[in-house]
């Protein structure tokens, strides 16, 4: 999952630390990893030189999920996360199209009312008077659902794909507040 800038090849780059302000013992990470509890044991601030990374609370890519794009985030607050812990990691793919689709259906299955999207949402109930979004399909880029309104709240993130219910994406509840399209920068 390489991407070239100007004839250079950049790999997926991301760094953690331990303590706040970049302190701390660190890893520096360049691919996917399930578990990251032997390289450091809290997590309270995070680099990301390239790529689109999500972190989880949990190994093997569960639990809360952050989307962070490149930047530095000094502290965990900066990631709006609920606690120090940060388990696993992995890189976004399908973030370096020109192109974002997606279907909202209010039921599991693709049922009922149907709305289709292709940019950023704040509000899916102003929109689009949706209330829970049981099943979805991406068929372009890379999204990350809120489940409270204004890009707040716990994240989840959706790559190309058929998400049959709400739990597929890793929601305990359908409300979905806000999305937003994955873009590097």
């Not at 100007?6 to 660190?26: A, D, H, N, S, W």
């Not at 044991?41 to 569960?62: D, T």
């Not at 997606?102 to 693709?110: Q, T």
Request: net charge neutral.
């Amino acid at each position: 999952m390489e991407r070239q800038h100007r004839g250079v090849v950049l790999l997926p780059q991301i760094t953690f630390y331990e303590e706040k302000k970049f302190q701390g013992r660190c890893y520096n990470c360049s691919s996917d990893c399930a578990d990251l509890h032997s390289y450091f044991s809290r997590c309270n601030s995070i680099r990301v030189e390239s790529g689109v990374w999500v972190v989880y609370e949990r190994p093997n890519y569960k639990g809360f999920q952050y989307v962070l794009c490149p930047g530095e985030y000094s502290d965990n607050q900066q990631w709006m996360a609920f606690s120090d812990s940060i388990k696993s990691c992995r890189a976004v793919k399908n973030v370096y199209g020109s192109s974002w689709r997606l279907r909202l259906y209010e039921r599991p299955d693709f049922g009922g009312q149907m709305v289709e999207c292709s940019d950023d949402c704040p509000s899916v109930f102003d929109t689009y008077k949706l209330r829970e979004a049981y099943s979805c399909v991406v068929t372009d880029g890379a999204w990350v659902f809120f489940d409270l309104p204004n890009y707040r709240g716990h994240q989840f993130l959706l790559e190309r794909g058929e998400y049959r219910q709400h739990g597929d994406w890793g929601a305990s509840s359908p409300g979905v507040g806000s999305f937003r399209r994955i873009t590097e920068f």
